[in-house]
């Protein structure tokens, strides 16, 4: 055990870093000891192939560069990466054999973490060692025991999807359900980067339990992406007073006001950034500029222009108050809407809307 041989832990330091994995889980503390024997176990150590397609490397880097919190050592010395592209020292053949070892000699064995969109149109515009994303793809999802789409890309396609998407980018969602491969087993952790805490509270739910965790349809675990972000945000207080950033740079984003008018997907955006926080937990998103929702599907064709309101929920009655904001051609969900409309409807009540020079304009769309 490498790195607990390289940063010892106290028995008390470890089982308080179970408890912090059980807290972030969601599984409640009662669960520590189950946790701790599944960390305890290395002979049961999965062997782990990462994957990388079309993509930036943020996600490796988002990981890599962690430095909190320190249990996150403690997981990653408690799978075996067998196979990187972007850290393994081998190259060449010795790396594809690496890969054959795992994937084709432990089929149903390993974990497989993908990076990156699977070009399907061009399929030759995604290669490594010769072979296509497409062939890779097809492959290693068949054989892993687990799936894990770490970022946007993987997700959902991210910018690489973009209309008109050349490359017939696809995210492993898609290309799984497409390719006939059981979806059951895939988890997506579609921020952008990944969080490395997301990362960490997937792996040790599956060394503990042996499943995936509850997950909504885009099988995002709800534990980080079962509420949104406009719920848990620091500024949600000035939302609801009707408290807006009208330009960015101005004295009221100095006021930490909410940035709702300048286009913040917040209130559309399924994910806890605000509560796991990034860069060793020391800001998020909206501590330095607006959420752009990255965390969902199709964010970079429907949530544009991200420096515009998004459109709502028309808010009815109170002597004909309507709140009209600049629209983009897109709507949200119903739910969304309604929560928009909930939020903007005490605001019009209490006569707080009239200090914004635009009207907010909310539509209600069915899904």
């Known amino acids: ?38 960390l305890e176990d290395a002979a049961a150590r999965p062997p782990v192939v990462w994957l990388d397609f079309q993509e930036c490397l943020g996600c490796t880097e988002s990981m890599t560069k962690s ?15 067998e196979y990187s592209e972007a850290l393994m020292a081998g190259a060449g053949r010795q790396a594809e054999k690496n890969y054959a070892d795992t994937v084709v000699g432990q089929p149903g064995k ?21 072979r296509t994303s497409v062939d890779i793809a097809k492959e290693a999802l068949t054989a892993a ?11 959902f396609g991210n910018v690489q999807a973009a209309y008109p998407n050349p490359t017939g980018a696809m995210g492993m969602l898609a290309f799984m359900e497409q390719e006939g491969i059981d979806t059951g087993k895939l988890i997506q952790l579609p921020t952008c980067p990944v969080n490395p805490v997301h990362i960490t509270t997937t792996i040790s739910y599956f060394l503990t339990y042996g499943k995936v965790p509850p997950m909504d349809q885009w099988h995002r675990p709800l534990v980080h992406f079962g509420r949104k ?4 945000c620091p500024r949600r207080a000035h939302f609801d007073e009707g408290r807006f950033v ?49 965390a ?19 808010v009815p009655g109170f002597g004909g108050i309507r709140a009209d904001a600049d629209t983009i051609g897109i709507g949200l969900a119903a739910a969304t809407g309604v929560a928009i409309a909930a939020h903007l409807a005490v605001s019009a009540a ?17 899904e």
Not at 67 to 81: G, Q
Not at 117 to 130: Q, R
């Open 1 to 38: 055990m490498r790195l607990l041989t390289e940063r010892p832990l106290s028995r008390r330091d470890f089982l308080k870093a179970c408890g912090t994995l059980a807290a972030l889980m969601g599984v409640g503390q009662s669960a520590v000891p189950r946790i701790a024997r599944a």
């Open 67 to 81: 430095r909190y919190p320190d249990f996150l050592n403690v997981v990653l010395d408690m799978i075996s990466l």
């Open 110 to 130: 390993y974990v497989l973490v993908v990076e990156g969109s699977v070009a399907t149109k061009i399929p030759n515009a995604m290669t490594v060692g010769g």
């Open 145 to 155: 025991v687990l799936v894990v789409a770490v970022g946007n890309c993987a997700s």
């Open 229 to 232: 972000i406009h719920d848990e």
């Open 246 to 294: 009208e330009v960015l740079g101005s004295a009221e984003e100095d006021e930490r006001l909410c940035l709702y008018k300048v286009g913040c997907r917040g209130p559309h955006t399924y994910a806890d950034c605000a509560t796991v926080l990034w860069n060793n937990r020391a800001n998020w998103c909206i501590g330095s500029g607006q959420c752009i929702g990255c």
């Open 296 to 314: 969902e599907k199709d964010f970079w064709d429907e949530l544009v222009d991200f420096y515009r309101p998004m459109p709502g929920v028309a």
């Open 350 to 366: 209490k006569g707080r809307l009239g200090r914004n020079e635009d009207q907010v304009v909310i539509e209600e769309k069915e």
